[in-house]
């Protein structure tokens, strides 16, 4: 695999807190992978993925015959299996070379599933990838280091630890700005900050930690 | 205070998914305090809170009115405080002797809010304090050493570590047993398990552990 490459994955899950309209996709290699019930969203938005993944049985007919008749794999797993759908979606990814991931369909009703889907966000964080959840009104990463994004203006900005301490922390663009303090897993403290610019960074010594962006 | 006594705290936020009836109260100790917009679902489930406390900003006057009419007692926070409404009501039933906490309205369209009130049943867990979030359609712990609980028979039931770590699990009562294993931050291998039994035990050496139970 050449690292230079940027191989953008886009995962589409079966959580019903979607975005309005797709993300833009910024790459044509974008690998796009639905886990199971995400093929629908693929249809709606008419996605090509590059494999549906899962047990199909919440997949319906009409859903099934679009994809086929674009010609995309479909990779039956079995129910009983022990990762989730959408982390077995992940593992795809890397292994075909994901440089960064958005999952999308990766919140809703079933708590577990989001809260399981915010563990992957940190098990790619610890990998030093890229990633991302979108919502219909959120951005949530995952990070160690360094994360920089772009902003709207005012919205809301939060920080929560995922490790148990998070040293060093230091952020640009927020109106209650960070200047070296270590932050404690289970505080609320670092939610609800704000954007004060439109580039936001956040820098870190040591640990893992998530910001959920307004959007 | 006298620790023989149990003090439950009943916690009510503004999140907007929560169960469709108020929890039956077992015991006439309970401590009923509402975080800002709370009070609106204790006026919908007619509880009489001992304590309203918020800005305020987001209640509406009928609200107000219908919990001075019965001598509620309102308490001012600033709109610009570092933690959020429902730690300042979890700080409050601590320092009032609580031992155990219910939160309601923890859950809903404010994913930070979400994911910050789950910080606070890690931070409760720590602290050795029986703590739980109930939502429409969930019940979510955080514990330490030994979790018991009833469970509806066939229910899926997730675990999610919090800790980096959690050793030697041993579980009782469900359909994917756990005999000793050590879960590790980051995995979905212990999520969509399920009740075979109306009873569920879940204990563990060391690290905290989150339990998501669907009802």
Known sequence: MNPTISRPALILGSGEDVPFTAPTLK???????????GAKLARTWRLTPKIILGDQDSLDAPTKEYHRAQGVVFRRVPTEKDETDLDLAVEYALQQGATSLTLVGAWGSRIDH???NVELLYRLALMGLPNQILTRSHRLSAFCTRFRATAQKDSIVSLLPLSPEVTNVRTRGLLYPLNGVTLKKGSTLTI???ATATEIIVEMANGVLLI???Q
Chains 1, 2 share one sequence.
């Open 27 to 37: 790459n044509d290699n974008t690998l796009i992978i639905c886990a199971d019930g």
């Open 114 to 116: 989001a809260l399981g």
């Open 192 to 194: 609800s900050n704000v």
């Open 212 to 214: 959920v962006m307004q």
